[in-house]
């Protein structure tokens, strides 16, 4: 059985005591050294306005594109290899790569789609999620599922959505 198959089967083998018991460790990322809620120490807002002004900040400044292609030099791996391995379609992509003028939000199943294909660890991963303001769950078994292939250096998105798919009952990366 090669290595693959064994992540796999021991998934499998061991399902329940990784869903009660496996710790999704959560790491905080800030977007570019901008506003990252959690981390900024700020006096209380005293209008609607400077709300407004910091969530325009934020929304600006965060873009999840360059630090996908900074994952894409570090890996070697070319923008149309990277989406054709994650499934995601050039429409989407392309989407992505304009998100900081348009406003466009990729879906969490997306990035982490993208993140399997460019065979992120759970930091990274968290990282890019938390760019989009999405994060993995401890109460969703499939981002357990997830996180628990990724820490095994599993990253065939075929698997694991299958395995989801077993599991669940439902799609979870192609939903």
Do not use: W
């Not at 894409?72 to 304009?98: G, M, P, Q, W």
């Not at 401890?138 to 292939?149: L, M, N």
């Not at 065939?156 to 989801?164: G, K």
Request: glycine letters at 4%; one cysteine or more.
């Amino acid at each position: 059985m090669t290595n693959d198959k064994c992540v796999i089967e021991n998934l499998r083998a061991h399902y329940q005591e990784i869903i009660s018991n496996y710790i999704i460790t959560a790491y905080s990322a800030s977007c570019h050294g901008s506003v990252s809620f959690g981390k900024v120490c700020t006096p209380p807002l005293s209008s609607l306005s400077n709300i407004k002004n910091i969530v325009k900040s934020f929304s600006n400044t965060c873009d999840l594109y360059p630090s996908i292609i900074k994952y894409c030099e570090e890996k070697d791996i070319a923008e149309n290899e990277l989406y054709k391995k994650a499934h995601v379609s050039k429409t989407v992509f392309s989407k992505i790569r304009s998100m900081k003028d348009t406003g466009y939000k990729p879906s969490k199943s997306t990035i982490l789609c993208l993140c399997l294909a460019l065979e992120l660890n759970n930091k990274e991963t968290e990282e890019m999620l938390n760019i989009a303001g999405y994060s993995l769950s401890d109460d969703i078994i499939a981002d357990k599922i997830v996180s628990y292939c990724i820490s095994k250096r599993y990253y065939d998105v075929y698997d694991i959505e299958n395995l989801i798919l077993e599991k669940t009952g439902g799609a979870y990366l192609y939903s």
